[in-house]
Nanobody
Framework: QVQLVESGGGLVQPGGSLRLSCVAS????????MAWYRQAPGKQRELVAR???????NYADSVKGRFTISRDNAQNTVYLQMDSLKPEDTAVYYC?????????WGQGTQVTVSS
């Protein structure tokens, strides 16, 4: 069983920045494939960014050049640095781990981009 705890969401003005953090339980974090997803009201959950155990990265086209995913294996933490935020980035952001053929989700953190 893997537990994920997100933090760092909040209200930010357009053009601003936020950094989300997700701390994972377990002793083998370096082997976890980690990702961030988001879900806006009335929309399906979508992949935002993914980082594999060998630091291979993937981003949604809508966030390329603005968001950066990274991980600190010593801290069991994955980050999502979000810059140049837009109102359409408003959503609940979920941390995801893929471990031993199983999916794990955090509880989500709200990000609201509004003036």
């Amino acid at each position: 069983q893997v537990q994920l705890v997100e933090s760092g969401g909040g209200l930010v003005q357009p053009g601003g920045s936020l950094r989300l953090s997700c701390v994972a339980s377990g002793r083998s974090f370096s082997f976890y494939a980690m990702a961030w997803y988001r879900q806006a009201p009335g929309k399906q959950r979508e992949l935002v960014a993914r980082i594999t155990s060998v630091d291979r990265l993937n981003y949604a086209d809508s966030v390329k050049g603005r968001f950066t995913i990274s991980r600190d294996n010593a801290q069991n933490t994955v980050y999502l640095q979000m810059d140049s935020l837009k109102p359409e980035d408003t959503a609940v952001y979920y941390c995801h781990a893929y471990v031993a053929l199983r999916d794990y989700w955090g509880q989500g953190t709200q990000v609201t981009v509004s003036s």
